[in-house]
């Protein structure tokens, strides 16, 4: 929005430059030409339309970047699930070869008591040692 306030204080500025030099040229073309307020509103309107059309394509711009950011966090989401579902295989398999009365195999019984299920223990105890 600080281009399009510095692109209307600018083209304003000009504006009111040349009406002054407008003035300034012949006092009898004054008198009969007289400055038409059609003039001032039109350039209103325009810089109106100007600033209205920098503020849709900022807000497209905007839309157009919240809707890749929500697919990148559905991409990541996806990754993360896939990474799990694998994760998954892993720890079953795991737990199908583990011994449950060698050492790794007692010790993963007291690992296991904290969490809801042995193949949540699994799951996490293979992610920490990836």
């Known amino acids: ?13 000009e ?5 002054p030099e407008q003035q300034s040229k012949s ?4 008198s009969f030409i007289l400055p038409s307020p059609k003039s001032a509103s039109f350039v209103d ?4 339309e100007v600033q209205a059309d920098f503020a849709e ?25 896939k ?3 694998a994760l ?3 720890a079953k398999k795991w737990l199908a070869k583990v011994d449950p009365l060698s050492s790794e195999g007692l010790w993963f019984e007291k690992f296991a008591v904290s969490y809801s299920s042995k193949l949540e223990a699994a799951i996490e105890y293979l992610r920490n040692n990836e």
């Open 83 to 85: 990474e799990l579902e």
């Open 15 to 19: 504006y009111k430059e040349v009406q």
């Open 45 to 48: 309107n325009l810089l109106a």
């Open 57 to 81: 394509e900022d807000a497209a711009l905007e839309l157009k970047r919240q809707q890749e950011l929500e697919q990148e966090r559905i991409r990541q989401e996806q990754l993360k699930a």
């Open 1 to 13: 929005m600080d281009s399009i306030d510095q692109l209307l204080a600018q083209l304003q500025t």
């Open 27 to 30: 006092a009898t073309a004054k």
């Open 88 to 90: 998954k295989v892993q």
